[in-house]
Each structure stands twice: as structure tokens, then as C-alpha cells.
């Protein structure tokens, strides 16, 4: 239980799931004088019906013999990173989620798991990101959609066993360091606001799942990054200084001899200071793959 908890926790870091620039696919290419290095946009959360994946997806794979996750899956499933999650999760001083948060945000949460007979009381010792997240992934799952079917496990799963190199753009570390930044930031409208989206996860997520199987840029940044905006200081440090981090990275795959895939959120892969736009800017010609 511990174990899932902490996939579907991970696997919901940053964005839960984004669709890509234009119309046709999530997946761009770059290429350099010695190597290609494929740009595949991630949706975390995927239903069974979502499968088989787009077929670009495919062809990056195939052309690759590096796959490049935003963070180490296999990270995941040690003991020791659970315990780092769990310590960041809850509080430690004996005091709950109730005194946390106001009484209008938590009388929302409260009507909206009673509504749903999800467990509250054992709720009490998380802080307001963990509850967001945990209430997101159950409301995900009623309509199907899982971490383990999403794009990042898939081809985790498919590389190990054809025998590729498996890397990360990030350690567990960081991303748990993501999450102490998120409760900072995680204000009672943030929740507020959750519970509000969450009653209209029957719509919404399917609509998330089109845009990003269609590759719809306008469609990904009404429904995930422009509500991000919305919080600068969150919108900075986990999108765009991420994506600075990550075009050196991104350079460095560019300068070996080796066809990389990066699989990364695919919120990162679109819009003005995206992944794409930085390495355009960088004078890289990053165009679709043509299906």
C-alpha cells in the first residue's frame, strides 16, 4: 500500500498530466552533428484505454539506445526514499491537517470526502499537498487512469527489459525537495480550488487525455499551466528553473554519440520558456516527429 502510495504520490510532482504543441504529436526531435535526441511529452496518469500509445512514441524508442525519465523509477521503490516521502508528507509535531488549514477549506475537504467516503480522519496528520494529491489520485482512478499506465512507467518497464540504458534528469531528493516547496506555497484557496476541479474530474480528465494524445498546445495551457501562473513563485521554481536546469542536460545528450529519448511532463515541452522554446533560442532546430 505504502509502495503505491508513494508512485502515484511521485508520479504527481509537478503536473499530472499535459498535452503538447500543435496537432499531431507530443514528441519532438533535435538533432546535432553526432547524435538525435527525441523530446517525448509525458502524461503522468493514463487509462488502459489510452494504450497503445501514440506511435511516434514508438519510433523515438526504437531510434534510442538511452531513455531519460525525469526521475529515477527505481528510486522509487527503495525503503529509504519512502521514509524521506512520508517524513515530507505528514507533520511530525502532533498537530493535523484541520488546524492547518482554515475552517472554509477544511469544511469543503470534509463535505467532499464524506461525499465520496474517503477517510478523513486518517487524513489528519498529512499536510494540505499530500491530501491534494492523495484525494487527486483516487478521484483519477475512479475514471481509470493510473501512474503505472502512464508514459514514464511504460517505458521504464520496456527498457529495462530490452536492455537500454535507463537514466534521470532528477534524483528522489529533488523531488522530494519539490514537495517542501509545494507545502510552502500550498494555500488554503490552493485547496479550495483542488476540491472545486476534482468534482469535475468525470470531464476533465478525459479532456486533459485528448489534448495530450492530439498534441494540443492551447488546450494543455488552459487546463495546467495557466492556473500555475497564477502562484509566480511556485509556476518559477517548478516549471522554468527546471527547464533551465534541464537544456543543459538536454546539451550534454546533444554532444555524445548516442540517440537519447527524454521523457519529461509535457508541460515542460510547451509554451515561452518550455524546453523547446530554451533550445530554439539556443539556435537547435526542434521540429515535430513526423508520424
Not at 239 to 246: H, Q, T, V
Request: with cysteine; glycine share 6%.
Amino acid at each position: 500500500m505504502k509502495l503505491k502510495l508513494l508512485r502515484t504520490v511521485l508520479a504527481l510532482i509537478l503536473i499530472l498530466a499535459a498535452a503538447s504543441v500543435g496537432a499531431e504529436t507530443s514528441v519532438w526531435v533535435v538533432k546535432s552533428p553526432t547524435t538525435t535526441v527525441y523530446l517525448a511529452g509525458s502524461c503522468h496518469v493514463l487509462r488502459a484505454s489510452d494504450h497503445p500509445l501514440p506511435s511516434e512514441f514508438f519510433s523515438a524508442y526504437s531510434d534510442s539506445r538511452k531513455i531519460i525519465l525525469e526521475a529515477s523509477i527505481g528510486d522509487m521503490e527503495k525503503p529509504e526514499y519512502l521514509e524521506k516521502l512520508m517524513s515530507a508528507a505528514i507533520y511530525s509535531d502532533g498537530s493535523t491537517l484541520k488546524q492547518h488549514l482554515s475552517s472554509q477549506a477544511y469544511s469543503k475537504v470534509e463535505a467532499f470526502c464524506r461525499e465520496r467516503n474517503y477517510p478523513i480522519e486518517q487524513y489528519q496528520s498529512f499536510r494540505p499537498w499530500m491530501l491534494a494529491m492523495t484525494l487527486t489520485m483516487s478521484e483519477m482512478a475512479k475514471i481509470g487512469a493510473e501512474s503505472n499506465s502512464g508514459v514514464d512507467y511504460f517505458f521504464n518497464d520496456k527498457a529495462q527489459k530490452d536492455r537500454k540504458v535507463v537514466g534521470s534528469l532528477e534524483t528522489m531528493d529533488q523531488q522530494i525537495g519539490f514537495l517542501t516547496l509545494m507545502d510552502r506555497f500550498m494555500s488554503n484557496e490552493q485547496i479550495a480550488e483542488t476540491i472545486e476541479e476534482l468534482r469535475q474530474i468525470n470531464t476533465k480528465g478525459p479532456e486533459i487525455f485528448n489534448a495530450w494524445k492530439n498534441g494540443d498546445e492551447t488546450k494543455i495551457e488552459a487546463l495546467n499551466l495557466n492556473e500555475l501562473k497564477n502562484y509566480p513563485k511556485l509556476y518559477q521554481a517548478l516549471i522554468l528553473d527546471r527547464n533551465k536546469k534541464w537544456i543543459n542536460d538536454i546539451e550534454g545528450y546533444l554532444g555524445s554519440s548516442v540517440n537519447t529519448m527524454v521523457i519529461v511532463g509535457v508541460a515542460h515541452l510547451v509554451g515561452n520558456n518550455s524546453v523547446i522554446d530554451l533550445l530554439r533560442k539556443r539556435g537547435y532546430k526542434v521540429v515535430k516527429l513526423q508520424k
